[in-house]
């Protein structure tokens, strides 16, 4: 027998959506993703004088299951993590990591230019960059004393 990790906001998650499906459309403006998404990876957002950057982990995640996309003004950051096969020569003993479909949503700054988005995933981590527009980009001005 398995043990699995209790994890009350998947409970809640479970029971929202169960009554979402009773009640009727209680879920509009929420997509499908956002709705059935299994676990949630870890997420932080990190500004220097040139861009933004989120970075996410995502241990064991291929990088062609990722899909980084920006829409009005929202990054996206969507993927699955597939569990592993079981073995009947081995026994799982505690799982506590989380598998499946996963959904992140940002809000991009407005001062960042969702046209020169890039991305790049090393050891694990997905590394967003959101360079900040020319035009908002703080100058430094002058000042003569007379």
């Given at each position: ?62 990088k062609d299951e990722v899909k980084v996309s920006v ?76």
């Amino acid at each position: 027998m398995a043990l699995v990790r209790w994890d009350p906001f998947r409970e809640l998650e479970d029971m929202y959506s169960r009554l979402a499906r009773m009640m009727g459309s209680a879920t509009r403006g929420l997509d499908d993703a956002e709705l059935f998404t299994d676990w949630s990876p870890a997420l932080d957002v990190e500004e220097t004088d040139e861009e933004y950057i989120v970075k996410t982990d995502l241990p064991e995640v291929k990088k062609d299951e990722v899909k980084v996309s920006v829409e009005n003004g929202v990054l996206c950051i969507e993927g699955e993590r597939k569990k592993e096969k079981e073995e009947k020569t081995r026994k799982m003993h505690r799982v506590e990591r989380s598998y499946g479909r996963f959904v992140r949503r940002v809000a991009v700054p407005t001062d960042a230019d969702a046209t020169k988005v890039s991305a790049e995933f090393k050891d694990g981590v997905l590394s967003v960059h959101l360079p900040k527009s020319e035009s908002v980009k703080p100058r430094a001005v002058e000042v003569k004393v007379k």
